[in-house]
């Protein structure tokens, strides 16, 4: 028979946290990064010099970059207890890394900058005192007020930030001169309640807090001067703007209208294309019967679908290798199953309705929605 006995009681000790041993930085800078080795070293540099006498931490969140980011970011913190890594793997895009290195921070103030010394570290302390003041929840860097300026960017490049500027302000009211900047600072506790409602993909992270929150935010903007990138490049592309026209879209519509959702049906829309120009050269070209043809551009659309898709729609959880073809097959039973429902849909409302391009019209988009909707979580796993 065993004997049970009962363990003495361990007191938590509380004296590590009464003397202050446990406790947390007032500060967290978050440091998106990807492909930024040879900055991380001179940024820390830098704000070592600038937040002198105000307890701090940095934290860097590294998409696991091709080039050593993230040893490079572990070799200074093995150094300095103020550094932090978090390395993401298979996960891309700068705003869910600002997103969960905030999340990850315990500090009652939060700072997001670029690692690419763009930002001007010494505007951080005079953004604290702001907040700290108690009058302001948020501390956005602008360029585009009296004091600040971007003239290091190239002209195409400075007109497309503005353009970019006036167009969330016109659409959503958002009334910050610079909503698409990349350095802020904030109160943590506001910014816990809506992490929720925020996308974690492309650049424009702050003005989708500003407007998850719904108002709710007294906002302050200083001016700041965008400095010019020595190492590395930037990693702002087309892909990025048309992400951001896709925030503004589903804010405008209220939330079923996603920037993912959005390049589906453009794929899908390209996908038609490509069917209608095979099942055309399939017949005239290769004289194939018009079964033939169909299920030939068939395949070839579904399989164009998969690839853009992967490599545009879910970028951030891009299939490779096995997963790929696993995926891909997923892709043709999601699709197959799809095509059913589009053309049941079709056909109950021609019954109904004959009117055959509204009938057509409603079948493709069940059709669509029924492929996202499966293929988002089966195919790509999003949550
Ligand atoms: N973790 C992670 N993942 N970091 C990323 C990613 C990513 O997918 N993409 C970019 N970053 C990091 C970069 O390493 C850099 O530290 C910062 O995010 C900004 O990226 P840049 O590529 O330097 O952007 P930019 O200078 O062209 O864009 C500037 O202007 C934008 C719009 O006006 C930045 O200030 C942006 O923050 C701003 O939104
Ligand atoms: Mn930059």
């Known amino acids: ?37 040879g900055n991380v070293a001179v940024l820390l540099d830098r704000l ?63 700072a997001v900058m670029d ?45 497309m930030s503005r353009a970019a500027g006036s167009l969330a302000r016109l659409w959503t009211h958002v009334e910050l001169s610079d909503p698409m900047s990349g350095f802020f600072m904030m109160r943590r506790d506001r910014f816990d309640p809506i992490a929720r409602s925020l996308s974690t993909q492309g650049f ?26 020595t190492y590395g490049e930037s990693k702002l592309d087309a892909q990025v703007g048309l992400d951001f026209l896709g925030l503004l879209l589903t804010k405008l519509t209220g939330g079923p209208v996603t ?14 294309g490509v069917h209608l120009a095979v099942l055309r050269l399939g017949l005239i070209a290769f004289g194939l019967i018009f079964a033939e043809a169909q299920a030939l551009a068939t395949v070839i659309a579904m399989t164009g679908n998969f690839l853009l898709n992967n490599s545009l729609t879910f970028r951030d959880k891009r299939l490779t290798g096995l997963a790929f073809i696993r995926g891909l097959i997923g892709f043709y039973l999601v699709s197959a199953v799809g095509a059913l429902t589009n053309v049941g849909v079709a056909s109950w409302l021609f019954y109904y309705q004959p009117v055959w391009w509204l009938a057509g019209l409603a079948g493709a988009l069940m059709g669509v929605v029924w492929n996202y909707a499966m293929s988002s979580p089966l195919v790509w796993r999003t949550k």
């Not at 946290?17 to 440091?31: D, E, F, K, Y």
């Not at 920037?259 to 038609?272: E, N």
């Open 1 to 37: 028979m065993s004997q049970i006995t009962s363990l003495p009681q361990r007191q938590p000790d509380l004296s590590a946290r009464s003397h202050g041993l446990a406790r947390t930085a007032q500060l967290s800078v978050v440091v998106p990064t990807f492909k930024e080795s």
């Open 48 to 110: 070592d010099g600038a937040l002198d006498g105000i307890d701090w931490e940095v934290i860097f969140v590294d998409d696991d970059s091709p080039d050593g980011t993230s040893e490079k970011v572990k070799e200074l913190a093995a150094e300095d207890r103020r550094v932090r890594c978090l390395r993401r793997v298979a996960r891309r895009g700068l705003a869910g890394a600002c997103i969960e290195g905030i999340l990850s921070s315990s500090a009652p103030y939060v």
């Open 115 to 159: 690692a690419d010394l763009q930002h001007d570290e010494n505007l951080l302390p005079r953004m604290l005192s702001v907040l700290k003041g108690g009058d302001a929840d948020l501390v956005v860097g602008s360029r585009y007020i009296d004091g600040g300026s971007a003239h290091s960017f190239s002209k195409g490049r400075g007109l």
């Open 204 to 229: 424009k992270i702050l003005l989708d807090i500003v407007l998850s929150a719904k108002g709710s935010l007294r906002i302050v903007e200083q001016p700041y001067v965008f400095g010019s990138r």
């Open 259 to 272: 920037p993912r959702f959005l390049s589906y049906a453009l794929v899908g829309t390209i996908g038609l």
